[in-house]
């Protein structure tokens, strides 16, 4: 049996996602850990609504919940990854998970993450949408053609067969939308952000990841691979890591390619671990024989270890 582990991104975050792990005292030790890196109540900032769907707590708040997660699962079962993902933000924690970047390092280098993302987008008037019943490839290309006079519309999210996630600018977003409907999409569905993640609209953020991933300590001796979103490579040195995480953050999110190279090297369960369950539908619509699982309620624990 070979096992990948997967982190959901932003999107995945609830009020509610820490309940059922109050009495876990693993799940708590991680969670204090975090408040203190942070300098606030993580607690109390997954019960605020507004804080957290806004990006800047968003996402130190998703690593922390989710490594948390998996902390707790590792500590009560035998499961051992052999490969692992995130999807987006959940990179990171696929990396703190692995033992490459450190959970401090990793919360900081998110936080960073997170301020750059939302400064970038301060001027700019950023969409993003989901595309249902379109073939990926034909999306990207209807996006490449749009683009002009200084209007960007990308596609950003290669999630599963017929499902494509586009950003840009918001204009852009909404005059595609008849486009690709009269092209064959099913649905195109507006998301409710701000931000045009990983578009070229935030090259200027790559430019400041790298520099605070300079000053970051990897550990090349971690216990699993980690897909990188980017390029779908596994880095073996501190310069790979650097580019990797750097480009992610203006470049597609290549998940569909990501699960086929989970099928190329023989992976038979995937577990999703965190938040909700977005990443275990993507999983089914990719390949119904790939066996799938989701660590989100400590209730999981139990069909978890039945499989392992």
């Known amino acids: ?8 991104g932003q999107g995945s975050q609830n009020k509610d996602m820490a309940d059922s792990f109050s009495n876990v005292s693993s799940f708590n ?14 607690r109390e900032a997954i019960k605020d609504e ?17 490594y948390a997660m998996w902390d707790t699962l590792i500590k009560k ?7 692992g993902a995130g999807h987006s933000l959940g990179e990171y924690t696929a990396l703190v998970a692995n033992n490459t ?8 280098l998110v936080k960073k993450r997170a301020e750059f993302m939302s400064s970038a987008m301060v001027d700019v008037d950023g969409a993003m949408a989901a595309v249902i019943g379109l073939d990926g490839n034909k999306v990207r290309d209807i996006c490449i053609e749009a683009s002009k006079d ?8 290669f999630n599963c067969p017929g499902q494509t996630v586009i950003a840009g600018h918001t204009d852009a977003v909404e005059d595609i939308t008849t486009v690709l409907k009269t092209s064959g999409a099913k649905i195109v569905k507006k998301l409710p952000v701000s931000l045009a993640a990983h578009t070229s609209l ?23 691979d980690v897909i990188h979103n980017y390029d779908l490579s596994v880095s073996k040195n501190e310069e790979r890591f650097i580019d990797c995480l750097s480009m992610q953050v203006c470049s597609p999110v290549r ?8 099928k190329s090297n023989d992976v038979s369960d995937v577990i999703e671990v965190g938040p909700g369950n977005v990443l275990q539908g993507l999983v089914k619509r990719f390949d119904k024989t790939l066996r799938v699982h989701s660590f989100s309620n400590i209730e999981d624990i139990n069909s978890i270890k039945q499989v392992l």
Do not use: H
Request: proline share 2%; no cysteine.
């Open 1 to 8: 049996m070979n096992i990948a582990v997967v982190f959901p």
């Open 255 to 262: 998940w569909i390619e990501t699960m086929q190279t989970f």
């Open 101 to 108: 970047i450190s959970f401090q390092d990793a919360l900081m």
């Open 77 to 83: 079962t035998s499961v051992k990854a052999n490969v």
């Open 50 to 66: 507004q804080k957290i769907n806004d990006t800047i707590y968003t996402q130190p708040l998703m690593l922390t919940i989710s």
């Open 150 to 157: 200084g209007a960007i519309i990308e596609a950003v999210n």
């Open 29 to 42: 030790d991680v969670i204090d850990q975090g408040s203190e890196i942070l300098n606030y109540d993580v």
């Open 202 to 224: 935030l090259k200027s953020v790559s430019n400041d990841l790298r520099d605070e991933l300079r000053g970051i300590n990897f550990n090349l001796d971690n216990s699993f």
